[in-house]
C-alpha cells in the first residue's frame, strides 16, 4: 500500500518549480505572513532552504516532519521546496557506468596501472609490496568496481604519507594509455565511442590527469580518482555541470527575478515588510547541501533591496553545504553586513570518504560527486564550503577565495560530524551521510537550542 501523498501546507511551505510559483502562489505568502503576525506576534522566523539534488516529495517530508522542532523553539518556520528533483538523474548517469563492461574494464586497468607506479614511487614501503600487481600475468583476473576500492585503499594511506615522492608517466606511456582506453570503448557494440579520441589527447588524457591531481594533493583517492577521470572522459561531468548543475543553480536566479511570480522575491518583499513593522524581529535562513547558494543569494538579494543604512540582519546555519568557497567570497560583503550569526555543519573529512553515494560506482559523498563532476574545475576538485579537507589552509587550499570565506566563518563556527560525546550544545551532530543533516536527531536538536537560546 502506497503512503499518501503529502500535501502543501500553504501557511508555511513555498512550492517552486525553476524559481516560480507552483503550487503556492503570491497570494499564500501574503496570508503566511499575516498568519505570522496574528501568532503573537511572532518575534522570530526561520527560513529552510532544502537540497538542490531534493525531489519534491522528499523536500515535502522534511518540511513536514521539522515544524514542530522549530515551533517549539519560538520559530515561525517557512520552507521552500524549489522541486530541482535532480539526484536520480546524477544516480542514473553514474550507475549506467558500473554495468558498463568497458568502463569497468577501463576501472581496473587504470588502477592496477596506477598502483604499479605508486609501488615504485613509493618503494620503500613495504606494505605494498605484496599488492604490487604482477608484472607476469598479462590479464591479471578482473575485480569488481567494490573491490576495486577495497584494493585501493592500502595505496591511499601509503600516498597520504609521502615526504616529496611524485608519480611519472612518459608520452609513450600516455598514447598507449589512450589506444587502450579506445580499444576498451569498442568491447561492446555503442552508438557512440565510450571514450571519445578528442579526450584522450594532450592534457586530457585521462592517466595524465590522475597523475597530476595525484602529485599536487587534488586526487579523491585512487580509485574514486580514477572513476572520476573515467566518468570526465566518457562526458559525464558534460552531462551533470552545465545541463544539471547550472540549471539548479539558474532555478535560484530565476527565484529573485523580478517577474511577480518568482518565489525568492516575492517572499523578500514581504520579509521587509515585516521588519518595518517589527525591527527587531529575528531572522534565521537554514541551508542543506546547495540551498546554501540559496541562502547566500537570498541574501544578496535582501542586501541589494535594504539601503546601505539599514542595520537588519540574518542569521544563518548550514548543513553540508554545496557552495564553493569562491561563490560565497563573491558574496561576501553582503555576508558581512547582514549575517549577524553563523554555524557551519558538515561531515569530517573521514566519514565524507566512508560511504558508498551512489553504489556499487562511486563511494565517497555526493559533495565529491560536485566537486568532481559538476563544478567547473581544472583540478576536478572544486573546494567546497561544506568540506573540511578543504578548511586545512595549507597546499593546494590556501588560496584567496578559500582563506577570505574561512576568515568570515572563524574556526569556532565549525562542526564537523559525527561529533564527540563532550561537544558543547549547539555544536552536536551525529550525521554520517550527506542526506541525513536535516533529520539527524542531534543536528535538530543543535539547531533548535540556537533557535531557542541563540548562537
Sequence with gaps: MKNPAISIDPLHDIDLKEGKFEKTTAADIRRAFANLKEHGPSRHLCVFFHGGLVPEADGLKTAHQLPRNYTSSGAYPFFFIWQSDLVATVAAKLEHYSDDPGFVSAVNHTVRAVALKLTVALDIDRSLMRRRPSTKVRKPPAMTLKELA?????????????????????????????????????????????????????????????????????????????????????????????????????????????????????????????????????????????????????????????????????????????????????GLPALYRRVSKLRVFGLDSKTEGSYWEVPPIYNKSLLYIVSSLCEADPNADKPLVGMQRYTSNSAPYADPDIRAVLEFIQRTRMVWSPTTSDAKTGYRSQARRHASFPLDTETNSSICFMLQSGF
Excluded at 602529485?215 to 551533470?240: Q, R
Excluded at 548543513?319 to 563573491?330: G, K
Aim: proline share 4%.
Design 150 to 330: 577495497a584494493f585501493s585503499k592500502p595505496f591511499d594511506t601509503a600516498w597520504d604519507k609521502r615526504t616529496g615522492a611524485q608519480l611519472a608517466c612518459s608520452s609513450s606511456e600516455l598514447d598507449q594509455f589512450a589506444q587502450w582506453l579506445t580499444a576498451a570503448g569498442k568491447s561492446v557494440p555503442r552508438k557512440r565511442p565510450l571514450f571519445p579520441v578528442k579526450r584522450l589527447r594532450g592534457l586530457q588524457n585521462p592517466l595524465a590527469r590522475i597523475i597530476r591531481r595525484l602529485n599536487s594533493g587534488h586526487g579523491h583517492g585512487v580509485y574514486t580518482t580514477v572513476v572520476e577521470e573515467l566518468l570526465i572522459a566518457a562526458g559525464v561531468a558534460d552531462e551533470l555541470g552545465a545541463p544539471i548543475w547550472e540549471e539548479m543553480k539558474r532555478f535560484i536566479e530565476n527565484s529573485f527575478s523580478n517577474d511577480a511570480t518568482a518565489g525568492g522575491t516575492t517572499f523578500l518583499n514581504h520579509l521587509c515588510e515585516a521588519w518595518q513593522e517589527n525591527p527587531t524581529l529575528r531572522v534565521t535562513l537554514i541551508g542543506h547541501s546547495a540551498g546554501a547558494i540559496y541562502v547566500q543569494r537570498f541574501i544578496e538579494a535582501l542586501d541589494a533591496q535594504l539601503a546601505a543604512s539599514s542595520t537588519l540582519q540574518v542569521e544563518v546555519i548550514l548543513l553540508a553545504a554545496a557552495i564553493t568557497f569562491e561563490r560565497m567570497n563573491a
